[in-house]
């Protein structure tokens, strides 16, 4: 079975994602983790990614595995793990652009769809429309902006990032442009989705909810 969260960037899906693999004992795959490896690759030798010919030297040679430790979910680029620097605001200023690569997408779009073995809760922002089209239950998360950029200040503050809540607040707006206007599997809710707005929902009612939809299903 698949459970397909897909959504705006701190919107909450990955937190439902995660609560809601942790309760059906199924498989957690952080897609957004996966993008934002890729453009570190890119970033950490000052590599243009916008040069086919880097691209196409480079691809092949970008390794990533998943690993749990101690109920964390951990990603590993090229066997390094990558986990905490991909969350920097460095990455997300440009990882948009590297989703909207054509070419990153199919290498991405391929090993998600192997993993279709399992009992997965993937999140991203094309797994009910590209990924996984029949995917069995889809949901689609967003929360206001504001909302969402103070969340996303709490969580890097916490980390010790000495980032302003306005810097936050215009990565969210232009990553939101770019995700939902690019030509390549842009973010847009499925058909079959069930919208879930976080803005004013606690985690426990989130999970609830969710929960009670994948029962009925099942059932
Ligand atoms: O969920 P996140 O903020 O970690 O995602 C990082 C970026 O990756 C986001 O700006 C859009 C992109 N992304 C995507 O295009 N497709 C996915 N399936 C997951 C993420």
């Known amino acids: 079975m698949v459970i397909a969260i897909d959504g705006y ?86 990882v948009s652009e590297v989703a909207a690569l054509p070419s990153v997408r199919k290498k991405l779009v391929a090993i998600q769809q192997s993993m279709a073995s399992q009992n997965l809760v993937m999140d991203g922002r094309d797994i009910g429309t590209v990924v996984f089209p029949a995917a069995e239950v889809k949901f689609f998360v967003n929360a206001d902006v504001n909302e969402r950029s103070k969340r996303r200040h709490l969580e890097l503050t916490k980390k010790g990032d000495n980032v302003s809540l306005d810097e936050i607040l215009s990565n969210l707006i232009h990553r939101d442009l770019i995700d939902t206007t690019r030509a390549t599997s842009p973010l847009k809710q499925a058909e079959d989705a069930i919208a879930i707005d976080t803005t004013h929902l606690s985690r426990k009612a989130q999970l609830e909810f969710a929960l009670d939809v994948v029962k009925n299903k099942l059932a």
């Open 9 to 94: 960037s701190s919107s909450g899906k990955s937190t439902l994602a995660k609560d809601l693999a942790k309760a059906l004992g199924f498989i957690y795959v952080d897609t957004g983790a996966m993008y934002r490896a890729i453009t570190y690759y890119f970033i950490k030798d000052s590599l243009n990614f916008e040069d086919n010919h880097i691209l196409r030297e480079h691809l092949p040679k970008i390794e990533l595995t998943f690993r749990n430790e101690g109920g964390d979910n951990k990603i590993f680029l090229n066997g390094e793990d990558v986990s905490v620097i991909i969350r920097t605001l460095e990455v997300s200023s440009k």
